[in-house]
């Protein structure tokens, strides 16, 4: 009499690629990667539903006493033989509007321009050409500084400011506070800070799903 032994079927690669992807995904690591991307994910929207101010600055020499010049800058009357121009350009980049209203007062945090006393401001002004047509704006000296006062800076609205200053300088910044606004910063466009989590994350991602990969190698 003949025992008939059943041949066991190796399991198609198909149904090995699920159950391994089901492994890791129930796995420590895998559970890790899934909470971390949650937490990513919700912070970014929460970071993108408020006003976002950032700023930035451009400075071109507008007239050198070096160069043989056929030409003048005149300022309140007053020719110039070396001078700057800053354009200093705020931007709101969240996803709500800032009212002017909750904007902290003269006094306590407005949103300023600051410019250094050794640059030697001369002029400013509000650039109507570049500030967004639709603002309600102007500014306000305020000792050295320049209090930016608007009505409604909505979402990619700009704020433009010209200032004239006799040397150079890289100190001017615009600083401040209001409602859901902590900190101005240096400008920085939606796609970079994408691209900082996405590159960020991905690095821990490769890391731990390697770790993953060898611990698993090691065990058979």
Do not use: C
Request: glycine share 6%; proline share 4%; net charge neutral.
């Amino acid at each position: 009499m003949f025992d008939i032994v059943e041949e066991k079927k190796e399991p198609s690669f198909l149904s090995r690629s699920i159950r391994d992807f089901w492994a890791f995904w129930t796995s420590p690591t895998g559970a890790f990667i899934l909470a971390v991307s949650a937490i990513a994910l919700g912070y970014y929207q929460f970071y993108v539903s408020r006003p976002i101010l950032r700023y930035e600055t451009n400075t071109v020499k507008l007239i050198s006493s070096s160069n043989n010049n056929e030409y003048a800058v005149d300022v309140h009357g007053k020719k110039y033989k070396d001078l700057y121009m800053t354009k200093v350009y705020l931007y709101n980049q969240g996803e709500q509007a800032l009212s002017g209203a909750d904007v902290s007062h003269i006094g306590h945090d407005p949103i300023r321009i600051e410019v250094p006393k050794d640059a030697k401001m001369q002029h400013f002004n509000l650039d109507k050409d570049e500030t967004t047509g639709a603002i309600t704006a102007k500014v306000v000296p305020y000792g050295e500084d320049l209090v930016l006062n608007f009505d409604f800076l909505n979402p990619d609205y700009q704020y433009v400011v010209n200032i004239l200053h006799e040397n150079p300088t890289a100190g001017i910044k615009v600083a401040g506070s209001a409602l859901n606004v902590n900190k101005i910063t240096k400008a920085i466009s939606d796609r970079e800070l994408k691209m900082w989590l996405i590159w960020g994350l991905g690095a821990l991602y490769l890391l731990l799903i390697i770790r993953y990969v060898m611990k698993k190698l090691v065990k058979h």
